[in-house]
């Protein structure tokens, strides 16, 4: 559970280290600036192309350091960007401006999606996952207003 745990933060902290480094360049949005018919962005411009793809190979590069395979890492990095996308997603039909916060739509898919995905290669049973979703969402209370502190997050949530 603790590895999966470190590849899901890995995988969620990546693209804001990266976005810190280099800004808006090669920042591409994944939903292409594309707008529902609510008026709506489909996700907004925090998620881009480059986000997914540092996440990814985050995720990838850390799983054999933690004895992990590398397609491991590469299913919890993709299936914990799907929950940050349904989270963007499901805060843009909410009609929560970009990077707004909601308490447990910012944490649970992006974890719940991994551990779910995995739970059979990672032996992982119910009380893991719940453990693993509760861990994540109290890690990201407390590293996200240290990032901001720190100067590495525009927000601190």
């Not at 590849?7 to 808006?24: F, Q, R, S, T, Y």
């Amino acid at each position: 559970m603790l590895g999966l745990l470190l590849l899901i933060v890995a995988a969620n902290g990546a693209p804001v280290l990266v976005h810190a480094m280099l800004g808006a360049r090669w920042a591409v949005p994944v939903d292409c600036g594309l707008r529902l018919a609510d008026g709506r962005r489909l996700l907004g411009d925090a998620k881009t192309w480059r986000g997914l793809a540092v996440a990814l190979a985050a995720s990838t590069t850390l799983a054999p350091l933690l004895g992990l395979s590398p397609l491991v890492g590469l299913a919890a990095g993709a299936l914990a960007m799907a929950g940050d996308l349904l989270a963007s997603f499901v805060k843009r039909r909410l009609g929560r401006p970009r990077s707004s916060r909601a308490l447990l739509l910012d944490t649970v898919p992006e974890s719940l999606c991994p551990a779910v995905g995995l739970m059979q290669p990672l032996h992982l049973g119910g009380a893991e996952i719940l453990g693993l979703v509760i861990l994540f969402s109290l890690l990201d209370a407390w590293l996200s207003p240290l990032l901001y502190r720190l100067r590495i997050r525009r927000r601190p949530w």
